[in-house]
């Protein structure tokens, strides 16, 4: 069973990297293979999401294939990864399959959440970001915050777009007064 959910994140991965549900008309690929296998969608949409991610965690891929590891334990290890740790997560990824194969999924989940713990006190406090856009009458509202690169990208969209505008103003009064 361990070894057929391999096999399944593998072939979902595969149909979403082939774009294959959008040829087909549907939204997404757990949609898609919901309604080609009748899988719940939420099973469907972590056998994409752990056979996307099997290309970054190779020793857990062999692991698995082997039977040397569960499922389970495979998207435990797959699961733990934080954003911006990434290559921090790859040298203790031998360690995680070891404890997984050894069946210490106790010591498993506690070399995770400390690996966590460690990753996430390294980063740097961000601030929240984001913007809201909302229709006020006739008018819009927009309200925001955003980090200094996505902030540089938007002023050059909406500086882009008023350029934009005014050239097509001028050429509409151009045409009107030729």
Do not use: K, M
Not at 40 to 54: I, K, M, T
Not at 76 to 103: F, K, M, N
């Amino acid at each position: 069973a361990d070894r057929w959910e391999l096999v399944c994140a593998r072939l979902a991965a595969a149909v979403d990297q082939r774009a294959i549900p959008a040829e087909d008309g549907a939204t997404t690929t757990p949609t898609w293979i919901q309604h080609q296998a009748g899988q719940h969608r939420n099973e469907a949409r972590h056998s994409v999401r752990v056979g996307l991610a099997l290309a970054a965690f190779p020793a857990v891929e062999v692991a698995w294939q082997a039977g040397q590891i569960s499922a389970s334990a495979a998207r435990t290890i797959i699961a733990g990864q934080c954003p911006g740790a990434e290559s921090e997560y790859a040298a203790i990824e031998p360690l995680l399959v070891d404890l997984a194969r050894r069946h210490e999924y106790r010591a498993l989940g506690q070399a995770i959440t400390y690996y966590q713990r460690c990753a996430r006190s390294d980063r740097p406090e961000r601030e929240p970001t984001g913007v809201f856009l909302h229709r006020v009458g006739a008018l819009w509202a927009l309200h925001g915050t955003l980090d200094a690169l996505t902030g540089e990208l938007l002023a050059a969209a909406l500086q882009a777009a008023r350029s934009e505008e005014h050239t097509s103003e001028l050429q509409s009064h151009s045409d009107l007064v030729c």
